[in-house]
């Protein structure tokens, strides 16, 4: 389930969940409004401890890899099917109206705190690169979401305040050379397009949160039960106009260590450019992120745990054990080493 300390959501009312009601909750575009005006003023805050100044600059550099992939890949209309892969697995297949989707990008997405803070960032950019108004109604958004139990207030940013935060980005970040583009404008997207591979013997929580996720973030979520590289051929087969994909890895995870901002999957693998802003975060600041803006997050972390797998190979980090209060684990965030992380996980 969605989780936050610092903000206590009201769940709506039976009235509210009906059918016939009407659909009150934020467009996409609203959401990104309201999370790049989150980003905008940490960025103009005068930090006062060193982990804030070096998230600063971290949140700097990633803002540079997407809005470099946003420049290069491009904006597009089609018809969203649900299905069992798709968004929520009870739902029989069948077509929704055109909605416009980031359409050679994608993001691979769990529920987990890296790629949390990643597809925040992503959102906090998407108003600089589209209008700001869409040809499509936003009726046409898909329509089995599950509610979110948190609420969600609109916030108007100036363009002084963009143009700020444009002004720090990074311009010498490597990428790959850049694909002709639309020369008509973009109309802002609806949903943001993401694959979500399901961990053998997930965790209830995870799926209920990336459900939620889905709804929250105006997702359009394919899920895959399959191998990693089997759900990847799968994917690209059903959406073969994706070019690139947004991917949480950091520097620490497994077969991170030599990766960049922009790197092609291996030979043998299906392809596609996948896109690592966060490479270069730490464990410390991925929990400072999501805790100074007050990002609601997945329930499991408060439990102890530090990295996400599934329920037979993934436990509370022992190193998070309570020893004089009693049973129990203290939350991730109170974690500080980048080594430690993976001391929960059986591989």
């Known amino acids: ?15 509210n969940r009906g059918v016939d009601a009407i659909d009150t909750s934020p467009t996409l575009r609203q959401v990104c409004l309201e999370l790049q005006a ?36 491009r904006v597009g209309g089609r018809l969203i099917y649900e299905g069992n892969k798709v968004k929520n697995k009870k739902k029989k297949k069948k077509a929704h109206k055109s909605s416009h989707s980031v359409e050679e990008l994608s993001l691979s997405y769990n529920g987990g ?14 108003p600089r690169h589209y209008e700001e108004t869409s040809s499509v109604p936003s009726s046409s958004s898909p329509t089995t979401t599950i509610p979110s139990t948190t609420t969600t207030t609109t916030t108007n ?14 311009t010498n970040t490597p990428a790959p050379p850049t694909p002709v583009r ?37 997702l359009e979520l394919c899920r895959y039960s399959l191998p990693m590289r089997a759900a990847l051929e799968e994917y690209l087969k059903e959406r073969p106009r994706v070019k690139a994909v947004f991917v949480g890895t950091r520097r620490t995870d497994p077969h991170g260590a030599s990766l960049t901002h922009f790197d092609q ?5 299906p392809e596609f450019m996948r896109v690592h802003p966060v490479i270069d975060w730490h464990y410390a600041e991925i929990w400072a992120f999501i805790r100074h803006l007050e990002i609601p997050y997945l329930s499991l972390y408060d439990q102890g745990y ?36 993976r001391l929960g996980r059986d591989r």
């Open 113 to 126: 705190k890296d790629c949390l803070v990643l597809l925040v960032l992503i959102l906090a950019c998407l």
């Open 1 to 15: 389930m969605l989780h936050n300390h610092a903000a206590n959501g009201t769940a709506p009312s039976d009235a």
């Open 38 to 73: 989150k980003v905008d003023a940490f960025l103009a805050e005068d930090a006062d401890t060193k982990l804030l100044r070096g998230l600063q600059a971290q949140v700097k550099e990633a803002v540079g890899v997407i809005d470099e992939a946003l420049d290069r890949y």
């Open 182 to 218: 639309p020369s008509t404008p973009q109309p802002f997207p609806s949903t943001l397009q993401s694959v979500y591979i399901v961990s053998p013997q997930p965790f209830a929580e995870v799926d209920d949160f990336v459900d939620e996720s889905v709804a929250k973030y105006h």
């Open 265 to 269: 999957t291996d030979k043998d693998w």
């Open 306 to 341: 530090t990295s996400l797998g599934g329920t037979k190979d993934t436990h509370p980090n022992p190193l998070l054990k309570r020893e004089d209060e009693g049973e129990g684990f203290r939350p991730a965030y109170e974690l500080l080493e980048d080594n430690e992380e």
């Open 157 to 170: 940013i100036t363009n002084a305040s963009i143009n700020k935060l444009t002004a720090q980005i990074p």
